[in-house]
C-alpha cells in the first residue's frame, strides 16, 4: 500500500512530517511530495510551474521527516500534485492522499477554496482515499493531537469505497489530554474569515478580511471546533442533482431564420 502526504502550506511546513507518521505506522510505503512555496486558497487547481515543459521538482526533505521517507518539493499547487500522482508521476499510483496539517482551521463552505481539502478531492476524483487534516492555529504546538486523531480518521476512511467522499479532519491546537473528543460534523454556513470589498478611486477595490466568531453556529464543524472538540466532516464532490428538472431545448430556438 502507497501513501503521497502533500499539502498547501509548502515544503517547509511541520504538519508533513505529522501525516507521514500516521502512514508509517498504519503500514503505508510513503512518499512526501509538496509545493515548493505556499499555495493556500488554490482548491483543487491544476497550476504548475513548467519549465521547457517540465514541472520543476528537486529533493527536499520536510522538517522532522522519518529518515528514509523520500520527499520532494515541486512547482506545483497540491491538486496538481495529487492529479499528477493518480498518473504515476511520483512512482506507483497511491491507494491514499493525505494532505495537511494545514496550519489554520478549514471548516465551513469555505473549504470550495482550501489547497489542503482541493488535494483530497483531486486524489478522490481518481479513485482514490483523499484526507485533509487542519489544526486550529496559525503555528500549532500541539502536533501529536492532530496526529492521533488523524490516525483514527484515516483507519475509517479506508475501510470505505475511494469514491465515497473526502474526510475533511480539524483538530483544536490543544494537548491530547485536553481533547474533548472527536465528533462528526456539518459544515457551518460561512468560512472562517470574511471580506469587505469598497471601491476606492479610479476602480480599484480594496479588500478587508475579518474572522468570524464562531460561536454563532455551535453544532457545525466551526463550533465544535471552538468548543474544544476535533471534527470530522464528509465532504462529496463533484456531484450533480438527478432530482431537479432542467429547462431542455431541442431544434431551433424562436425567431431564428
Same mark, same amino acid.
Given at each position: 500500500?502507497?501513501? =503521497? ?10 504538519? &508533513? ?6 502512514? =508509517? ?6 512518499? *512526501? ?12 487547481? &491544476? ?43 511520483? /512512482? ?11 496550519? %489554520?482551521?478549514?471548516?465551513? +463552505?469555505?473549504?470550495?477554496?482550501? %489547497? #489542503? ?13 483523499? =484526507? ?8 500549532? !504546538?500541539?502536533? /501529536?493531537?492532530?496526529?492521533? *486523531? ?14 465515497? %467522499?473526502?474526510? +475533511?479532519? +480539524?483538530?483544536?491546537?490543544? @494537548? ?19 471580506? #469587505?470589498?469598497?471601491? *476606492? ?12 466568531? @464562531? #460561536?454563532?453556529? *455551535? ?8 468548543? /474544544?472538540?476535533? #471534527?470530522?466532516?464528509?465532504? !462529496?464532490? @463533484? ?6 428538472? =432542467?429547462?431542455?431545448? !431541442? /431544434?431551433?430556438? @424562436?425567431?431564428?431564420?
Amino acid at each position: 500500500m502507497r501513501a =503521497l502526504i502533500t499539502n498547501d502550506d509548502g515544503i517547509e511546513s511541520e504538519g &508533513l512530517a505529522v501525516l507521514a507518521r500516521v502512514a =508509517l505506522a498504519a503500514g503505508y510505503e510513503v512518499t *512526501v511530495v509538496a509545493p515548493a512555496h505556499e499555495y493556500s486558497g488554490a482548491s483543487a487547481s &491544476l497550476l504548475g510551474v513548467e519549465r521547457d515543459g517540465t514541472l520543476v521538482r528537486r529533493p527536499q526533505p520536510c522538517p522532522g521527516l522519518p529518515e528514509g521517507v523520500p520527499s520532494f518539493a515541486v512547482g506545483a499547487s497540491p491538486g496538481l500534485i495529487a492529479f499528477l500522482a493518480a498518473h504515476d508521476a511520483f /512512482g506507483p499510483r497511491p491507494d491514499v492522499v493525505l494532505s495537511g496539517v494545514n496550519r %489554520g482551521p478549514n471548516t465551513g +463552505n469555505a473549504v470550495i477554496h482550501s %489547497g #489542503t481539502v482541493g488535494a483530497a478531492f483531486s486524489a478522490m476524483t481518481h479513485g482514490i482515499h483523499g =484526507l485533509a487534516v487542519s489544526c486550529a492555529a496559525a503555528r500549532p !504546538r500541539h502536533w /501529536g493531537t492532530a496526529e492521533r *486523531v488523524a490516525a483514527h480518521g484515516l483507519a475509517w476512511l479506508t475501510g470505505r469505497e475511494a469514491s465515497g %467522499g473526502v474526510l +475533511n479532519v +480539524n483538530v483544536p491546537d490543544v @494537548p491530547l489530554a485536553e481533547l474533548r473528543g472527536v465528533r462528526q460534523a456539518p459544515l457551518a454556513s460561512f468560512g472562517a474569515v470574511q471580506a #469587505t470589498v469598497d471601491e *476606492v478611486e479610479g476602480g480599484d477595490l480594496t479588500v478587508t478580511y475579518a474572522e468570524i466568531d @464562531p #460561536t454563532t453556529d *455551535v453544532d457545525s464543524d466551526a463550533g465544535l471546533l471552538a468548543a /474544544g472538540w476535533a #471534527t470530522l466532516t464528509l465532504l !462529496r464532490a @463533484p456531484c450533480f442533482d438527478p432530482d431537479v428538472t =432542467l429547462p431542455e431545448h !431541442r /431544434g431551433g430556438w @424562436p425567431g431564428e431564420g
